[in-house]
């Protein structure tokens, strides 16, 4: 039961994790990979006070000049006691949505999704039916359209990977027992 539970868990982990990858590697490659710089701790210090200087409007001010309850007095009626807005362009980065992405997937492999259901249709009334050589060679042929869709990203990369399948599934039900 513990190794059920464990094997669970697991798998939702790696869903979640892969679905995570997903949405990040289609939000980068639709940037361009032009995101803003991640900000270390020099540079934010410098972002943050050119923006409460922006957000105080101390240009004409001499600022050795104020008092620290001065400045403190400012920062809490300016600023809202330091509420500081960092601006960002108007064309806003765009995200990647899972939803659509599985459209576009189900739209652009619809004939693969076909293909593989009737496959696995007649795997299975085949399986039924036959026994030895043909079983194997269904088993050879849809574990490699299985495998083909899921690590497959050209008609001739899955192809060959189903031809593969299909052969080592023949040479298994061949081979002498």
């Not at 690590?151 to 027992?177: H, K, Q, Y």
Request: proline share 2%.
């Amino acid at each position: 039961m513990q190794l059920i539970i464990s094997l669970t868990l697991l798998l939702t982990w790696t869903i979640g994790i892969y679905i995570m990858w997903i949405y990040t590697h289609h939000t980068i490659a639709s940037n361009n990979g032009h995101f803003e710089e991640v900000s270390g701790e020099y540079r934010a210090v410098l972002k943050l006070a050119a923006a409460m200087r922006f957000e105080l409007d101390v240009e004409d001010t001499d600022l050795p000049l104020l008092k620290e309850e001065q400045l403190k007095e400012r920062v809490e009626k300016e600023i809202q006691g330091g509420t500081v807005f960092h601006a960002y362009p108007d064309t806003r980065l765009k995200t990647y949505s899972i939803r659509k992405g599985l459209k576009t997937w189900f739209k652009k492999d619809k004939w693969w999704f076909l293909a593989m259901l009737g496959t696995l249709l007649v795997c299975g009334f085949g399986w039924g039916f036959f026994r030895g050589f043909v079983t194997i060679m269904l088993s050879g042929v849809c574990g490699g359209q299985i495998w083909a869709f899921c690590i497959g990203t050209t008609f001739g990369s899955r192809l060959l990977i189903i031809l593969l399948c299909s052969l080592v599934a023949g040479l298994t039900a061949l081979a002498p027992v």
